[in-house]
């Protein structure tokens, strides 16, 4: 089994910025496809970012287009979640996880390995 732990969550103000960070234990991060959701209270989980196994990324929510990144680290086994220009529709408990069939999708069912989470809360 896999295991991924999410950090680097806080209160920031609008337009603040934020750097999460995902390490994975159990599997070598970089052979995979790991994606970044989030879910609000009373709200579904969404799909945010993935990277793919190239490095390339796709992105899934228009509002966060120009203002997030998604990045890896092989040496240290980690992916980053770069968020800047932050707005208080951003606000959301982040998870990372693994794609089960070796692709990027925005769909929760196709990943696995869920890591605890991280919340992020924009507010003034």
């Known amino acids: 089994q896999a295991q991924f732990r999410e950090s680097g969550g806080g209160l920031v103000r609008p337009g603040g910025s934020l750097r999460l960070s995902c390490t994975l234990s159990g599997f070598t991060l970089q052979y995979y496809y790991i994606g970044w959701f989030r879910q609000a209270p009373g709200k579904e989980r969404e799909g945010v970012l993935c990277?793919?196994?190239?490095?390339?990324?796709?992105n899934y929510v228009d509002s966060e287009k120009g203002r997030f990144t998604i990045s890896r680290d092989g040496a240290k086994n980690t992916v980053y979640l770069q968020m800047n220009s932050l707005k208080p529709e951003d606000t959301a408990v982040y998870y990372c996880?693994?794609?089960?069939?070796?692709?990027?999708?925005?769909?929760?069912?196709?990943?696995?390995?869920w890591g605890q989470g991280t919340q992020v809360t924009v507010s003034s």
């Open positions: 996880a693994m794609n089960r069939f070796g692709r990027c999708s925005g769909e929760p069912s196709d990943f696995h390995y």
């Open positions: 990277i793919e196994n190239s490095g390339g990324s796709i």
